[in-house]
């Protein structure tokens, strides 16, 4: 079975602070590990990706994420927060069978000028 | 140039009407997507085609139809429409199953 699961439903930092946005997943495979971004009415787009190659995987606009098997975990991360950074961040599990795509609840994060 | 188009971009409608939202991608992508998104933002996947046939069907009432003409369309017609689906509907593509996915910009429905 898989599943992930986004532990904030929101997180409020300051500008310029550090950014933690946490995802735990399961999966009975090796997956495919994902961080989406959606600014206000927008679609999504692509922040990066884990496909079990380096385990710390660098994206767009300074954010990282960590692939922690021992964990199950794959946070995304950012040292200093930007205003342009509020959005809506969805964590992404992709398994070896084409029927499971599965979406966290997503984490809204606010940043306090 | 627009990797991944969906019209309308807003759709508003009664309850019982029949609607269609087209999505077209320029990517030479071989997989597309339908995803529903709610008022919490909660995204569930609808459907899912590769190379025109259909590999993921989750459970959505069969008044949702999708219909992919070609690799590089793929429509979702709905019958009956009903006040819960109101909601988000994303069109998506990639090259693979497991890969990146383009995502359009959405189609804003609001059934009165």
């Known amino acids: 079975a898989q599943s992930v699961t986004q532990l904030d439903s929101h997180v409020s930092v300051s500008e310029g602070t550090p950014v933690l946005l946490r995802c735990n997943y399961s999966s009975s495979y090796s997956p495919s590990l994902f961080w989406y971004v959606q600014h206000p009415n927008k679609g999504l787009q692509l922040l990066l990706k884990y496909t079990s190659a380096a385990t710390l995987v660098k994206g767009i606009n300074g954010f990282e994420a960590e692939f922690k098997k021992s964990e199950t975990s794959f946070h995304l991360t950012k040292p200093s927060a930007h205003m342009s950074d509020a959005a809506e961040y969805f964590c992404v599990v992709s398994g070896v069978s084409a029927s499971k795509i599965i979406f966290g609840s997503g984490t809204r994060l606010s940043i306090r000028p | 140039d627009t990797a991944v188009s969906q019209t309308p971009k807003y759709l508003v409608t009664q309850m019982g009407n029949d609607k269609s939202i087209k999505c077209e991608q320029n990517?030479?992508?071989?997989?597309m997507y339908w995803y529903k998104q709610d008022s919490k933002k909660f995204l569930k996947i609808m459907f899912s085609?590769?190379?025109?046939?259909?590999?993921i069907n989750e459970t959505v009432p069969n008044r949702f139809s999708p219909k992919s003409p070609d690799k590089a369309h793929l429509n979702l017609h709905i019958n009956s429409l009903e006040l819960g689906d109101s909601a988000v509907y994303f069109c998506?593509?990639?090259?693979?199953?497991?890969?990146?996915?383009?995502f359009g910009p959405g189609t804003r429905l609001l059934v009165l």
């Open positions: 990517l030479g992508h071989d997989t």
């Open positions: 085609y590769n190379n025109k046939e259909l590999i």
């Open positions: 998506a593509s990639s090259q693979g199953r497991q890969e990146t996915q383009y």
